[in-house]
Every structure is written in structure tokens, then in C-alpha cells.
């Protein structure tokens, strides 16, 4: 059966048009999830705009596992806030490990890796009672941009989503999630030991660490520090 899948915003740009017609197997079971698997292959440089998507039938938004049918209108609603996947983001809220891994997903990437870092209670024997983060935001973005910009050249294909937490954070709350996907785990293992190292080297974030006795601002701690090279 031949269907027509109206899309819009950021994912009609990608898809090419407001429409998108789609040839699937006579009697053979569809969802929504195997719809959005089958664009995604189609369209890989959509998928991860189509894991955030929502499928609506006949004007009603339905679940993964609902079944469609030829005479069912179809629409892919992407995020209604604004219609784009943001790769990259900083925040003052809680971070979920979950939402940022999620936005790295791809239907051809067999490894994706979440590095989380948190505020640890001890270093180098004093008690951390919290740490404090400043950045430059505008800076920080465009920088962290660069990072996943890096990423996607040097291992092909490779995705690589950074939120940053800003303002205090608690004892083992979550200050940076780093979310990478490939098709090897190989690649997905160097992508994110990139990302962690490049995002310590010149991304404008500063960390202040407080104590019960004092505070002190970090630096980058890897040695010299040039974030030119």
C-alpha cells in the first residue's frame, strides 16, 4: 500500500517537502514505531528529529504500538516548542540521562555511549559541600557545537549530544551529560573520550568548588592550558 505521511517544521525541511509518500508490504503489520523506523533508514539524516516525533491518526496523536491502515490520515509531529532537536543545550535544571541519550539514537549506529558527571563529596581528601557552575553561554554553545561538529567529521556518521548544567549542584546530581552514538563501538568509545577532553579544553565553563571551609575556581587541571590548539 502506497501512504502519504504529511510532516512539518524542521522535519519537512529534512524530508523534503510537506508530504512524503511511503510504499509498505500489503497485510503486513504497521505502527507508528515501524513507520518512523522505516523513514528513519530512508532518511538518516532525519532519525534523530524522528525518535522525538510523534505520529498523529486522523488528528489524534497515537502510541508506538497502534496499528495504521491505508485509509488512516498520517502525520509526523515534531516537537511543538519549536520543531528542532537541540543537540546541544545549557541549562539550570536537573539534567536526564535518558532525554540526551535518546536525542543520539539512529536506526544505523550499533553503540551509543552516555558519559555522566557528577559532583563527588571528596577530592584529594577535602569534603565538597557543592559545586557552582558560570559559563559564557553564547561562547559555551558555539563551542560545544564545534565538539559535535568534530565528532561528526572524524568518525562518520557520528552523533554527539552535550547538555551542561549551570548554577549549584549538589552532591551526586548531574552536572554534564555527554551522549555519542555510531555504527561501531569502537568509534563510539574515541567519539566520547573526545568530547569529555575537548569540553575540559575550550569550552568557556567555569567550575567553583565549596567547601565547608572555603571555595576555590577550577581550571581545566589537564596542564598547560591553550584551548587554540
Not at 120 to 143: C, V
Request: contains cysteine.
Amino acid at each position: 500500500m502506497n501512504l502519504q505521511i504529511y510532516v512539518f517544521a524542521g522535519l519537512a525541511e529534512l524530508l523534503g517537502g510537506s508530504a512524503v509518500s511511503l510504499e509498505w508490504e500489503d497485510n503486513a503489520l504497521l505502527t507508528p514505531a515501524l513507520l518512523k523506523r522505516r523513514l528513519a533508514a530512508l532518511y538518516p539524516q532525519a532519525a534523530p528529529f524522528l525518535a522525538q516525533a510523534f505520529v498523529a491518526v486522523n488528528h489524534s496523536y497515537a502510541p508506538e504500538d497502534q496499528e495504521l491502515t491505508a485509509h488512516d490520515e498520517i502525520a509526523l509531529i515534531p516537537p511543538v516548542s519549536g520543531g528542532e532537536l537541540q543537540l546541544i543545550e545549557i541549562t539550570y535544571e536537573p539534567i536526564s540521562v535518558e532525554q540526551v541519550t535518546a536525542k543520539v539514537l539512529h536506526p544505523n549506529h550499533g553503540a551509543a555511549l552516555t558519559f555522566t558527571g557528577t559532583t563527588r563529596e571528596w577530592t584529594h581528601g577535602k569534603r565538597t559541600s557543592l559545586l557552582e557552575y558560570e559559563a559564557y553561554e553564547p561562547m559555551a554553545i558555539k563551542t560545544m557545537e564545534q565538539i559535535a561538529r568534530e565528532i561528526s567529521e572524524r568518525w562518520e556518521g557520528a552523533l554527539c549530544a552535550i547538555t551542561h548544567r549551570l548554577g549549584k549542584v549538589d552532591i551526586g546530581e548531574i552536572s554534564v551529560v555527554i551522549a555519542v552514538s555510531a555504527p561501531h563501538r569502537d568509534a563510539a568509545y574515541e567519539a566520547s573520550r573526545h568530547a569529555i577532553e575537548r569540553l575540559k579544553q575550550i569550552v568557556p565553563i567555569w567550575k567553583k568548588e565549596i567547601w565547608e571551609d572555603g571555595s576555590e575556581w577550577k581550571g581545566h587541571q589537564l596542564g598547560p592550558w591553550n584551548p587554540l590548539v
